[in-house]
Structure formats: C-alpha cells, structure tokens
C-alpha cells in the first residue's frame, strides 16, 4: 500500500520528545506514486542573476506546448512538448515573436517596460500577455495572439499589469495591476491606484475595452478603519485605493469569483465576476513562529538550526491558486513576503520599509512597523511565512500551513546549501530574510487526488503535496535540480509553474535566474535501481550499501558517490526509517529530539532500539558482552546499545562501542539494511 508520509508530521520536530506518527491515506491512491523526475528541459541561453528571464509560463492543451514571457529578451516563445530521449533535454522553441516591436507596430508611443505574465485561453488556440510601460504611472497592455504568434489585439488594462489569467469558462480575461509607487513617497509623486481590469472575450478577441475594477469604496474612514482591525497592512494616512497593490489573480472553478493577491498588504481582496465588484478585503492574519511546528533558521551564522523564535510572519502570498474540496473553495497561497523599496536612495522620496537588527551577533530583517497600520504593539514581524497555507475562501481563515517543511526538508537534503540564495551559492545566506523564499503555487488534479506544487525562489526546487483534504495535507516529494558547483548552473530560481493533467501528467516549471523552462515526470517510474558508486569498493559497508540503495532507503550524494564516511543527522534517520517502515508493511511511531546535528552512536542506537520496540520487537540482554568503554555510554543509552547487541543489529569494534563518535552513512547502512525483511 502506498502511503504519503506527511511533511508536517515528519519534518516538523517540534520539541524533545514529541511523538512521530506516519499516517497512511486512504486505499484509493494505494496503486499510484508519485515523484518528480526530470522528463525535459529547454534552456533559453539567457542567464540574469537579478531574475527576469524565463519568468512566467503557461501551458496551450491545443498543441500541447509550453509558452513562455522572458522580460530579458522581451520574447513570447513557444515550446512543443512533444519530444523524444533524443531532443528531451535540448528542447527548441518552434516561435518566438518580439512583443515590444509589436506593440511598436500598432501604438508607437507605448514605451516598452516589461512583460510580466502569459496565459491561454481555455478552449481557443489563443494566448494572451502582459506588457507594462516603462513610466510606472502608465497603463500597460493585454496583448492577443494566436497560438502561431499572430498579433489579434491590444487592450490597454491599469497601471503596471503583473499577472493576468483567464477565466476557466473563457469569457473573461484578468489582470492584476499592481499600481507600485516606484518613485517613492513625496506629495508631489504619484503613487498610482492598484486596479484589477476585466476585459470581456465572450464574443470574440478584437475590439475589446478592460473594466477596471478599483478599491475606492474601502477608502470612507470606516471601511479603512474596518481594513486595519482584519489585520490588512495600510500605510498611515494613505487610501486603499492607492495602497492595495493587486499582485496576483485567480478565478474559482465556476467563474463566479476572483481571488486577488494583495501581498505587500498581506490580504486578499474578492470580487464579484458577475456585477465587477470588489466586495472584501481581508487580512491574512500572522504566523507564529514561537508555536510548535513552525521553527526556522533566523540566523545568519553559516549554521543549521531550526528553533522556534519569539516573532510574527507576515504571509503576504506572491502565487496563489483556487481549487474546491468538499463543495468548499479554497486558495492555496505560497507565503513568500516582499518589502517596499521605492525611489532613489537618499533622497527624501526613498521609502524602505524594513530594518535590519542585530540579534546575537547576527543581522535579521524585520518589517518596519512605523510608518504602517495592521499591526499589534509590542510584537515583531518578519517577511513571509517560509510555507506554503490553505485559506478558506469563505472565512479567509488560514486552514492550514506547511509550519517549517520547507527549511527542514532543504536542511536534510542539502545541508551544505541550506537557505542559499539564488545568485551565489552562500550557506546561510537568507536565514536572517525570508529563508527559502516560497515564490508561487499550482494546483494540478491526478485521477480524484488533488496536489499542490510550491517553488522556492532561493535555494530552488520543487515541494509536491496532496492537497485533497485540507484537513489532512501529505507531504508528497521535494526535488531540486541547480547544481550547486556554480553560483548559477543547472536550474535556479523557480518563479513560474504550470500544471499539465492527462494520462501523462506533468509540471512545467520557468526559473528566472537560469534562463531554463524543465519538465517534470510527476509518476514514479518502476526500474531497477543501479548502483554505480566509485567510493565503496574496498568500504567494510559495500553490501549493506548496496542493499538500502536497491531498496530505495538511501540515495548516493551523486550517481557516483555515496560518501559512506560522511555523518548522519536524526532527520535523515527518521526519513529512512520510515521508508524501512513502508518496505515491512508497518507504520513508524518513534519519540524523537529537535535536531538537524549529526548523530552520535549513542544517539543512533536509542533511535533505532525506540523504532524497534514501536514496531513490536523484543529483546534478551542476558547474554550480551560488555563494552570495554561501557563507562563512556550514557545511563539512558545503554539499555537500546546492549539491546541491539542482543539482536547482531549494531555492534561495537574491537569489543568498543565509541558511544560519541558521530555515526557515518556507511555505518548506517549496515543497521538499516538488516532491518529490511
């Protein structure tokens, strides 16, 4: 039976002792896996490490192809994703069509900014993108193509349209228009209203006029008053109507409603489709990241060390996606965070609206409240959530979050990189400033299962979830694909997704830093594990390792190294331990510490007798010989060292234990594989 470990259950260690329960879900999904695997890739040739290459992406079911903005070279490209083991990984683009000349073409005195978003129509061979001008305070453009790259229209929307969306019945196109005061903050400055136009394709994609949906009706002193008691994040004495700054849009599944993105306000606003109404704005609340399960990394100390702090993060979601469960709407937002950073350093319009303390030596960033609304006294607040959250859309209640997943699961699997950041590889880099830096969210159905896929803009990669039940969301698999030998190599910073459903399902993901768009495999592939190691020929470990390789408990640091003499953490023991678990058809309950630290001997063998006697296992001591360094092994440890020694499970050398030696892979391999049956 196939069972989705919960990252919330396994990663989320919250405090010495806790108890660690691996849930199986239902039989169902018991004859499907799921892991991301590389299926292809197409590599633009453009690399930026301020981002802005292949942004934003978007799938087109009429010729099964991927279609892609790049801010860089101001293109719309087009990439067919049929494809062969011959091309896979050295895909082309079959158009590409330079959308600052078009737009040129028809209206020569638009000044070209950037192009910030692209979406296909749902059931038309038609693509649709956003362009926003170069003066900030200019509306931007919604611009129709066919699939071919064939210019239909251009429809001017609001002021700096960022993402822009259909509506799944195809009537309507959206767009965000963040309206940002890219100036800074003088009267005598514009600060443009933030807007969300609907422009009406019901009867076609030629001579069309967007209707730009404003905030004004929250700017009477009551309703702002009412605004700041939700917790939405004004800027003292502004007009929502001038402060809300749209980010991103979504539409529920029957069209009725759109969900908008209001990061920089920490909100989300709702509106009517079917009247063109903003009807509510509420707040998204802050997380606590005191509270069990929501531990992080705040320090910049080249260290790993994820421990609860006493401040608030404030969600403020970038991507943001709908789907229903249970006849119930939901929004899943990735809570990435951002700042105002507005105008020309040093002069009086310059806005900046964090602060940098000094906490233990380290600098951290923290939300400056002084000139805000929104807040609570006395607290501190800190940019984003490091997670991605389920919000109901009735209620706006966050449902549920993904706690510290995200820097736990990076911590384990590339310690030496943990919360990197996306233009250098620097350990530790962004622990003091949003960590892994959720960036954006898609929902994709597989059969009646439902996922959520989140990419994490810094260190990178791809987190999959089962989100079928918000009430009981399983961690499904995380793989990230840089290479981390260069600052930028291999595929860095995932800014925009698209989900593709079918018998073949797969994840589109554009990375803005590498220039690279890659297709991911969402299905496990059944094949033979092949071992290829070149460092555990003449290794005492060799077969062991071998064994939990073939099985799938343990991967190799690269396909040619498995680097059996590099230590072991407690985290890793619990993920491997739970795979045994699956392996021998049992459920794993283990008590467990708060630790990301190699593990000593001692420490390894209380792990391993506690997983033991969770499962049943009983054992006789009366037999067992003596460690000469018996004196060395603490009192709680040894009673769960003799007892492994009673089994052959793990013993000493030369009649030694060497309880606090710190334990090696190729040492654990050997005790995992004589668990497996």
């Given at each position: ?5 919960s ?6 260690l919250?405090?010495a002792?806790?108890?660690?329960v691996?849930?199986?879900i239902q ?5 499907v896996?799921?892991?991301l695997?590389?299926?292809a890739r197409?590599d ?9 290459t ?5 799938y087109n079911k009429?010729?099964?192809s ?7 070279t101001k293109?719309v490209?087009?990439?067919s994703?049929?494809y062969?083991?011959?091309n896979?990984?050295?895909?082309k683009p ?9 737009i040129?073409e028809?209206?020569p005195?638009?000044?070209y900014?950037d ?7 749902p ?6 993108a956003a362009?926003?001008a170069d003066?900030?305070?200019?509306e931007?453009y919604?611009?129709?193509?066919t699939?071919?790259?064939?210019l239909?229209?251009?429809v001017k929307t ?5 993402n822009i ?6 009537t309507k196109?959206?767009?965000a ?5 890219r100036?800074g ?6 600060d ?11 009867k076609?994609?030629?001579?069309l ?7 004004e009706?929250f700017?009477?002193?009551?309703k702002r008053?009412?605004l700041?008691?939700?917790q ?12 809300l700054?749209?980010?991103y849009?979504?539409v529920?599944e029957?069209?009725k409603?759109?969900y908008?993105?209001l990061?920089e ?6 509106i009517?489709?079917?009247?063109n109404?903003?009807?509510s704005?509420?707040?998204?609340g ?7 399960g929501?531990e992080?990394?705040?320090?910049k100390?080249k260290?790993?060390k994820?421990?609860?702090e006493d ?8 991507g943001?996606?709908t789907y ?8 899943v937002i ?5 700042a105002r ?7 009086e319009?310059?806005?900046?609206n964090e602060?940098e303390?000094?906490v233990?030596?380290?600098?951290i960033v923290?939300f400056?409240?002084t000139?805000y609304?929104?807040f ?6 800190i940019f984003?959530g490091?997670?991605?959250?389920i ?11 993904s706690?510290?997943?995200?820097e ?5 699997l590339?310690p030496?990189y943990f919360n990197?950041?996306?233009d250098?590889v620097?350990?530790d880099?962004?622990?003091g400033k949003?960590?892994p830096?959720?960036e ?7 059969g009646d299962q439902?996922?959520?896929?989140v990419?994490?803009e810094r260190i990178?990669?791809?987190a999959?979830y089962?989100?079928?039940?918000p009430?009981?969301?399983?961690f499904v698999d ?6 981390f ?8 910073s ?9 018998e ?8 803005e830093v ?8 969402l299905l496990?592939k ?5 071992v290829?190691?070149?460092d555990?020929e003449k290794?005492f ?7 939990v ?6 991967s190799?640091?690269s396909?040619a ?5 590099e230590?072991f953490?407690?985290m890793q023991a619990?993920i491997v331990l739970?795979k045994?678990?699956e392996a021998n058809?049992?459920?794993l309950t283990?008590?467990?510490?708060n630790s990301?630290n190699p593990l000593t001997?001692e ?5 391993i ?8 296992e009983?054992f ?10 018996d004196?060395k092994i603490?009192d709680?440890a ?6 492994l020694?009673?089994?052959g499970i ?9 309880p606090?030696?710190l ?5 654990t391999?050997?005790?995992?594989a004589?668990?497996?049956?």
């Amino acid at each position: 039976m196939t069972k989705y470990l919960s990252s919330k259950t396994l990663f989320a260690l919250s405090a010495a002792g806790a108890v660690l329960v691996a849930p199986s879900i239902q039989a169902e999904a018991a004859e499907v896996k799921y892991k991301l695997s590389v299926d292809a890739r197409y590599d633009s040739g453009v690399q930026n490490p301020d981002g802005g290459t292949t942004e934003i992406i978007a799938y087109n079911k009429h010729n099964h192809s991927v279609y892609l903005v790049n801010g860089e070279t101001k293109l719309v490209e087009a990439v067919s994703l049929t494809y062969n083991e011959t091309n896979a990984m050295k895909l082309k683009p079959f158009m590409s069509v330079n959308i600052a000349d078009l737009i040129k073409e028809q209206d020569p005195d638009f000044v070209y900014g950037d192009l910030s978003s692209i979406a296909v129509h749902p059931n038309e061979n038609v693509i649709v993108a956003a362009v926003q001008a170069d003066d900030y305070t200019k509306e931007g453009y919604a611009v129709f193509l066919t699939g071919e790259g064939k210019l239909i229209s251009l429809v001017k929307t609001g002021v700096q349209p960022d993402n822009i969306t259909f509506t799944p019945d195809g009537t309507k196109v959206l767009t965000a228009n963040e309206g940002e005061p890219r100036g800074g903050y003088s009267k005598d400055i514009i600060d443009p209203q933030g807007t969300v136009s609907v422009i009406d394709v019901s009867k076609g994609f030629e001579n069309l006029k967007a209707n730009n949906i404003t905030f004004e009706a929250f700017d009477s002193a009551e309703k702002r008053a009412d605004l700041v008691k939700k917790q939405v994040i004004l800027k003292k004495g502004s007009n929502p109507s001038v402060d809300l700054e749209p980010e991103y849009v979504v539409v529920s599944e029957d069209s009725k409603f759109a969900y908008v993105a209001l990061q920089e306000n920490n909100a989300i606003a709702k509106i009517d489709l079917t009247t063109n109404e903003a009807i509510s704005v509420d707040g998204l609340g802050f997380k606590d990241f005191s509270a069990p399960g929501n531990e992080l990394d705040l320090r910049k100390n080249k260290e790993v060390k994820l421990q609860n702090e006493d401040v608030f993060g404030i969600y403020m979601p970038d991507g943001i996606a709908t789907y229903s469960a249970n006849g119930k709407n939901y929004i899943v937002i990735a809570n990435e965070g951002d700042a105002r950073e507005w105008g020309e350093e040093d002069t009086e319009a310059f806005h900046l609206n964090e602060k940098e303390v000094e906490v233990d030596g380290n600098e951290i960033v923290f939300f400056d409240t002084t000139d805000y609304e929104g807040f609570e006294e006395g607290k501190d607040y800190i940019f984003g959530g490091r997670s991605f959250a389920i919000v109901d859309a009735d209620t706006m209640e966050v449902v549920y979050d993904s706690g510290s997943d995200f820097e736990r699961i990076t911590a384990e699997l590339f310690p030496k990189y943990f919360n990197t950041t996306n233009d250098a590889v620097k350990l530790d880099n962004r622990s003091g400033k949003k960590g892994p830096e959720p960036e954006d969210v898609k929902v994709g159905k597989i059969g009646d299962q439902v996922f959520a896929f989140v990419g994490l803009e810094r260190i990178g990669g791809i987190a999959m979830y089962n989100i079928t039940d918000p009430s009981k969301v399983d961690f499904v698999d995380y793989i990230n694909t840089r290479d981390f030998s260069e600052d930028i190599a291999g595929d860095v910073s995932p800014e925009g997704l698209a989900f593709v459903g079918g018998e073949k399902p797969m994840l589109l993901v554009g990375h803005e830093v590498s220039g690279t768009v890659t297709v991911f495999d969402l299905l496990e592939k059944y094949e033979d594990v092949k071992v290829s190691y070149n460092d555990i020929e003449k290794h005492f470990a060799k077969d062991s390792i071998i064994k939990v390789t073939k099985a799938k408990l343990f991967s190799g640091m690269s396909k040619a190294q498995f680097a059996p003499n590099e230590y072991f953490t407690e985290m890793q023991a619990l993920i491997v331990l739970d795979k045994v678990s699956e392996a021998n058809g049992k459920e794993l309950t283990i008590k467990v510490n708060n630790s990301a630290n190699p593990l000593t001997r001692e420490e390894f063998a209380q792990t391993i007798y506690n997983y033991l006697v969770s499962t049943g296992e009983t054992f006789n001591v009366d037999s067992v010989q003596q460690y000469n360094d018996d004196t060395k092994i603490s009192d709680e440890a040894k009673q769960a060292i003799y007892a492994l020694q009673s089994k052959g499970i793990m013993v000493g050398f030369d009649n030694k234990f060497d309880p606090n030696s710190l334990i090696t892979r190729g040492e654990t391999a050997v005790v995992f594989a004589s668990l497996l049956k």
